[in-house]
């Protein structure tokens, strides 16, 4: 995976998670193509070369004893740029920046991540992560989760209706939006509208450098969050890992969460609402990946950033400048697109404009890293095959019963021909409902592989 454009290496050893840049010291092999040996060593597939968790080498196998002593004692036979990990409420953290001396290691090491209290306690129901490999970039995932204004109208369906966008009542917070700090932005909701009727206030809290926090207080007290963490992978790329939580009410009750959402999270299998968040990713992604792709040719053709390119009238846009003008501030300046995410040197460029099959590639970006969506998609395959099997079967055997019944006389057992007739349709009506459940496994497993949206289409 990559990081700040540099592709690294994790592996686990059985004990903990390690990370390094993913080149192997030797001839520079991907170790990512490498084997974790039974002693939780990661192994190079090329030469065979093995290291431990900090990186060190511990075995060559061509390497004599002498040979052997010389390479433990020089650097580079070490792993490059191992990076500090910590794995907090299952999610694993991997140091940003590469290189740091020992005391640098270890203060990135203890530099607590970032997280909030309902989180990591048992204050809130707290559902499963879910992740994402978005194709764009982090500041157009960040841009885009803070502004509220886009959801009744973008997610038109699902958690909206676009006819229900109006003007935002603020709950002013002009210090919070000061682009050296954090982002703390508060607005009133209008029930109806975008949102259920008793959500009362809705805040986004901006902790760099990944986490939107977006908190919805309920009438009764208690509040929903989200907790969407965003990585910088490599330009035109980012990996969304977020999860939901919900608090309760001063009475004790637990308020609506997410609505409908955390309605059907408690009945329906994982994988569907993974499907359901796909719906939900896709409705913004053909925004942002074209958005992206806009900006860079506006800087590229006329030299504009986001000050010129973009025209921003309304109050409803604040958070956004306010992002913007701390993405001016904390930066890095790039020749093609203005300010971005700081990436190392050697990231890819910004890659063109991707076509709807990889834009839409459900596989790539979440179902093959997916437990639940992997297991889903070859359950799927096995039920689409039996029920399509059965349902042939049954067709033939329906067939079969109807052909004996016209090849008898009516009038000499009418009892039995009639028997014979139901007993056909009886089984062609099972062949139809096993017809429908093949296609309808058909239909999950293909949206788990690849689920285009289109807005013209979402009436
Ligand atoms: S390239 Fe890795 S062991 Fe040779
Ligand atoms: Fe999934």
Known sequence: MYLLGVQLVMWHDGKDWHAAEDVCPHRLAPMSEGRVEADGTLMCSYHGWRFDGDGKVLDIPQATSEEMERARQNERSCLRGVRPVQTIHNVVWVWGERDGDADAFL???NTPAKTFDELLTTTGHADGWSMRDLPYGWEYFMENVSDSSHVPVSHHGIVGNRDDAKPFRWIEDKEACDPDKNFDLKFKIDPPGAVEAENVEA???FLPPCLMRI????SGGGKSLLALYCTPT??????LIGTTVTCPNDDGTMPGGFGPMAKMASIVPTFFMHIFGTAFINQDGVFLHHQEQNMAEQYR?????????????TKVDKMNVA???WMDKHGAKSEDVGSRVPYEPEAPPLPPRMSDEELFDVYNSHTKNCTACSAASKNLAKARITFYIASAALAIAGAAVWAVAASSSPHSAASAFYKKCTFGSVLWIFSALSAFIGT????????????PYSHQDNN
């Open 107 to 109: 203060r990135a090491s």
């Open 203 to 205: 805040s986004h809290h």
């Open 215 to 218: 908190e919805t207080v309920k």
């Open 234 to 239: 490599k330009p035109g790329h980012s990996r």
């Open 301 to 313: 053709l006329r030299g504009e950033d986001w000050h010129k390119s973009c025209y921003l009238p």
């Open 323 to 325: 992002f913007r003008r």
């Open 440 to 451: 309808v496994a058909a239909n999950l497993r293909e949206k788990l592989h690849y689920f």
